[in-house]
């Protein structure tokens, strides 16, 4: 069973739009991360949510919490082509040694 | 500043032959280290991870072992390689305890198994 799940699984939009990709799990987690992965490199991360409900923001990147702490979005403005990449969420599994787990992430284009 | 390091980049492998692949950290000490492997369209699956020298924690039974032999060094091994050993490797670090950044990741080696 996939811990989380992430949606959609690909998106193809031209520059200029908005757009937002989900991520979901069935579990309450206490935090969750999410990265950026380039083709050929290693995901880099963007930002890390705590507290249900929090809103954090990137320059046009916008990053929400669900209230129940079991779901949330990445909300990019006025996509530009260099946004290009997989969107991958992660959380941290508590309990001895933490591990993080992931999602399979959202391939976005972004066509100029 | 904390940087890591893993090679080489690309690697073509027959089946059967053996594998290593290193990672090392640099500017911290004590890291817990990780390795990943990610599939073409999926999502990353950890393999190995590692709190301290010496001590190795499997993910998933395969045919792939780790080891550590230095705090900052973290190896990847394989004594026969399967066609299905090919794909992305990872290789991730963090600082041990307390909060601070997430995991910061290598550049990855892509492996194919001919």
């Known amino acids: 069973t996939q811990l989380l799940e992430q949606s959609p699984q690909f998106l193809s939009i031209q520059e200029g739009e908005n757009l937002t990709v989900y991520c979901n799990s069935s579990?309450?987690?206490?935090?969750l991360q999410w990265y950026r992965q380039e083709p050929g490199e290693g995901p880099v991360l963007l930002v890390t949510?705590?507290?249900?409900?929090e809103v954090k923001k990137l320059k046009r990147l916008t990053f929400q919490f669900g209230d129940a702490r079991k779901d949330s979005s990445l909300h990019i403005t006025a996509a530009q082509p260099g946004d290009t990449g997989l969107y991958l969420c992660?959380?941290?599994?508590?309990?001895?040694?933490?591990?993080?787990?992931f999602g399979k992430g959202t391939k976005l284009t972004v066509n100029p | 500043s904390q940087t890591i390091h893993q090679w080489p980049a690309t690697l073509v492998q027959p089946v059967g032959s053996p594998l290593s692949l290193e990672c090392t950290v640099e500017g911290t000490s004590n890291p817990n280290l990780y390795w990943y492997r990610q599939a073409a369209g999926r999502g990353l699956q950890l393999l190995f991870y590692?709190?301290?020298?010496?001590?190795i924690s499997s993910e998933v039974p395969q045919n792939l072992s780790a080891s550590r032999p230095q705090d900052r060094q973290f190896i990847l091994s394989s004594k026969k390689l399967l066609l299905s050993d090919s794909g992305f490797y990872l290789c991730?670090?963090?600082?041990?305890?307390?909060?601070?950044?997430?995991?910061?990741f290598g550049s990855g080696t892509r492996l194919t198994v001919v």
């Open positions: 579990s309450v987690f206490s935090s």
């Open positions: 992660a959380l941290k599994t508590q309990g001895g040694s933490e591990k993080l787990v």
């Open positions: 590692s709190v301290g020298i010496g001590q």
């Open positions: 949510v705590v507290t249900g409900g």
């Open positions: 991730a670090w963090r600082r041990f305890r307390g909060r601070g950044p997430g995991y910061t």
